[in-house]
């Protein structure tokens, strides 16, 4: 499994910049939110609504980046790969029950999506996890890429997502 572990933008600025409520718990943001100049440019990854319903049936709570009447499209991918959502995870979230159950849920879900697709069938999925405050007050945030196999994607837990952004 490839993991690459970056920097992240401050998502509190960029959500204020661009018009919309300010992430806590756990948000999944657009793909392009780093990059969107304006909200209008705001896109999801297809396979948001599905992680949505796979957190709800783990019992977790999301917070919703758009405003409400404010409709964000979904992007429509054209290829075997499977690329899930861009899923932001505050400090507070990684110490919640039913995160580790909603990761496995979603483990799961992949892993049997990809059942009988070629062997070389890979997905990515990437989270952004508060890590901590500067001397300033101001959060930081790491960005966490897994891509793999469906069976390499299954070992994400919540405890890898805790090492890696501590790093």
């Not at 990059?35 to 948001?48: N, Q, R």
């Not at 799961?108 to 999506?113: A, E, F, N, Q, R």
């Not at 997502?161 to 790093?167: F, I």
């Amino acid at each position: 499994m490839d993991i690459q572990v970056s920097e992240y933008i401050n998502i509190e600025k960029k959500a204020s910049e661009l018009g919309c409520s300010i992430p806590s718990g756990l948000t999944i943001l657009p793909q392009n939110f780093d990059t969107a100049k304006s909200p209008d440019e705001l896109i999801y990854e297809s396979t948001t609504a599905t992680i949505r319903s796979i957190l709800r049936q783990a019992g977790i709570q999301e917070t919703k980046l758009e405003k409400q009447g404010i409709k964000i499209p979904h992007r429509a991918n054209k290829s075997w790969e499977w690329v899930g959502p861009l899923i932001y995870i505050s400090s507070s979230m990684l110490s919640d029950a039913a995160l580790p159950i909603g990761l496995n849920l979603i483990s799961s879900y992949i892993y049997d999506l990809f059942k009988g697709h070629p062997r070389n069938s890979e997905g990515t999925i990437e989270f952004i996890v508060e890590t901590e405050k500067t001397e300033h007050g101001e959060r930081r945030y790491k960005r966490l890429t897994f891509k793999g196999t469906p069976k390499d994607l299954d070992t994400i837990d919540i405890n890898k997502l805790k090492q890696l952004s501590e790093q």
